[in-house]
């Protein structure tokens, strides 16, 4: 048995440890499994790691985590063994600078960091890419969800309203994990080869974003196309006020059609981002919206060295991003109809990041 | 049954409380600037709640000096030459956010 450094207690019961997980505030509010210690060394000896090995420093209080105490949340939150490897790199992911975790959870913003997990490990493991993937019925979504909202809460101490200062919340904070719907086409990669992943890898990207909004668009390419435009330039969004990342998630009926259509993934990336813009001088009526100081026309000039909104030639269409593939596009969800989603961002201020998963060897 | 810790016992955090002043007499006040304000002609000045703040301790004490700074985003921490620079002065006031 492992020497483990974490302290441990003695509880009577499964209840008896709930009581106790409540009071010492170790969970948000979900119910949590026991961290047994044979639980716990179950985990250590499948990933064969050291748990004293550490992993990163959690934002906001700055909580070490190490590989026991990721353990021990995974555990928590229902993990079997061969999950903890996705939630690794999904906490690994979730630290890198770039993705600024210490905003996105203490913003008042109601985003939460969305893994999405894609290649071999989706079917390998169980995970829920089909119906119902944003909520309900598969243990390893939900699971992996929870282990990474633990460790935020555990180690990285966001509490709603002490550290987290969202004002609504979300339902997408108890747990926000979906899968890749690989359906094979080659013209549509999943998203970790887009981004320069293998096939046959496993990956997490993690991306800030509100729950997702649905988009009904039945009827033909024309429809999905002037649909998801639609609902990407929704006033109120953080992206306009701070262009930045937003995901489009299209379902496999949508996909097939589309592909049929002559649309290939990169295809429809690029019709999203010329569809999908701001115009400017309508915006112009309403009053403050152009112009001010927390306003479309001062952020988007803001960001990595863009043009100004002065400089663009046709202030009929400003682009939502500055590059197509900034609208990251994630094939999931079930058969059944013409349904699709946008998961607005939090704007420039974090990016999406992915991670190779790493299971022993 | 026995059961592990799930939390921090392990922190990188100083959570010290720093010296506390006994005036603002004689200090250089910091404002680390979350926001600030842009004036028509693209100037870039302190947030307008943060100015007014500044205003009445000014008023208030002899304020020996003032260190501004403006976080080149909002939502990130500033970077770390900024907080070794605003540290120079003898307390900071850091907001606002929204």
Redesign the interface.
Known sequence: MTK???????????WD?LD?AYE???TDGVPVA????ER?QAVIDYLRRDPAEEIG?VPP????ATV??VA??CV?AGCKPEYVPVVLAGLEASLDPAF?L???LS??NPCAPLAVVGGPAVKKLGFNAGDGVFGGGARANAAVGRALR?LYW??G?AIPGVTA?STLGSPAKYAYCIAENDIGLPSWEPLHVERGFESDDSVVTMFACDAPHSVYCAGGVERILSYFATRLTILGTLHFHRAGEILAVVTPRVVRLLEQEGYSKRKFHEALYERARWDLEALSQLPGVVGG??YLG?WWGDIHGAPSVDSMPDKRRLPLVQRPEEILVVVSGGDGQWWGAVCPG?????QSVSRRIVFPG | MRVLHPGREETRHDTRMAPRLRSLDGVVLGFLDNIGYTHSDGRRDMYPLMAEVKRVLEQRYRIKGVLWRLKPLKGQVAPPEMIKEVAQADAVINGICL
């Open positions: 483990f450094h974490s302290k441990a207690f003695d509880v009577k019961d499964s440890w106790m010492n505030g170790w026991p961290p047994t210690t716990v420093v209080m700055d909580g070490l026991e105490k021990i949340n928590m600024n210490n905003g996105n913003t008042t633990l555990n180690l101490g200062k100081d927390d001062q939090w704007g420039n201020l974090s």
